[in-house]
């Protein structure tokens, strides 16, 4: 019977579960501390979002009623559990390196990158529940030229902003996620301005991470239906007391990383997994980006 002390790998646990947390977008802008306890696909949690008291005529005559607030319930459901599982040769594991990283390590990182996308495709996924939606015009997706120009640009994010002020979002820590190709267009725009962003646009190919009051954050993930990229837009979980944002995420995957000599083969197995859910508690409060495929046409 193998030695599994031997083999067991507590740095290497320790990288992966680092990777992980690295490697998923969607953790900056999502609440993980309301869904703490769950464990296995199919746990569910209640996550309750405090209602607005009513203000009444006030008299003096008459002796005032005290309501009593409703809650509304959204349930968080661990509702994907992935593994990877994967072979380590003895003689691959001497032989091979990738750059300056030994396989094994490189082999770990994007095992766990592979469940890191399962998690982000998750979050970007629930667009579907979010209940305002933001188009260029009417029902029309937002569609801009293949050079888009400054002014473009500034009225598309002055077009979310009024949406998130019409859904009384808070104005304090703003986040927008948008597709690879709305941030080549907003790249492009900046790049015409003769000043210091211009330059840096065209030398250095940023993306400003605060821009027009947003944290712009660019997903791979934006899912695409019906010729449609949906962005998403809310406010950031944990900006500032108060501000606990409007999706929750729920990942278990710090105790599931596994390192095992398989019996029969001068070979170790290298197996990871993740269970994870989300859940939108503030659809109101949050806006759907409807963005042609073809933005930049």
């Known amino acids: 019977m193998a030695d599994y002390d031997s083999f067991k790998p507590t740095l290497l646990v320790a990288a992966l579960v680092l990777a992980a947390r690295k490697n998923l977008v969607a953790s900056a802008f999502c ?13 569910t949690v209640n996550i309750n979002t405090l209602s607005d008291p009513t203000a009444n005529n006030t ?3 008459v002796a005032m009623t005290y309501e009593e607030l409703d809650t509304t319930a959204t349930s968080l459901t661990l509702t994907i559990d992935k593994t990877v599982s994967v072979k380590l040769k003895d003689t691959e594991r001497r032989q091979v390196e990738s750059g300056s990283v030994a396989l094994e390590s490189a082999i770990g990182n994007r095992m766990i990158y592979v469940l890191a996308d399962e998690v982000d495709q998750l979050v970007m996924g629930k667009y579907t529940d979010i209940t ?8 029309t997706s937002w569609q801009w030229g293949a050079s888009p120009t400054i002014a473009e640009i500034s009225k598309f994010f002055a077009s979310v902003n009024r949406e998130m002020d019409d859904v009384n979002a808070d104005a304090e820590g703003r ?3 948008l597709p690879n190709m709305a941030i080549e267009g907003i790249r492009n725009a900046h790049s015409t ?3 210091g962003a211009g330059d840096a646009a065209r030398v250095k190919g940023v993306m400003f991470r ?3 009051g947003f944290q712009v954050s660019r997903s791979s993930n934006c899912v695409s239906a019906a ?13 500032g007391e108060g501000l606990p944002g409007a999706i929750a995420l729920a990942i278990q995957i710090d105790p599931n990383i596994e390192k095992l000599r398989l019996e029969g083969f001068w070979a170790d197995g290298i197996r990871a997994r993740v269970t994870a859910g989300a859940a939108v508690y503030k659809p109101a409060r949050m806006v759907d980006i409807n963005l042609n495929d073809s933005l930049l046409a």
């Open 31 to 43: 609440n993980t501390n309301v869904a703490i306890g769950l464990k296995q696909k199919g746990d």
């Open 59 to 61: 008299s003096e005559s």
């Open 132 to 139: 305002t939606d933001n188009f260029e015009t009417g029902s």
């Open 175 to 177: 986040f927008m996620a």
């Open 193 to 195: 301005l003769a000043t």
């Open 210 to 212: 605060e821009l027009h």
């Open 227 to 239: 010729s449609v990229t949906h962005g998403i837009a809310g406010n950031l979980a944990n900006v």
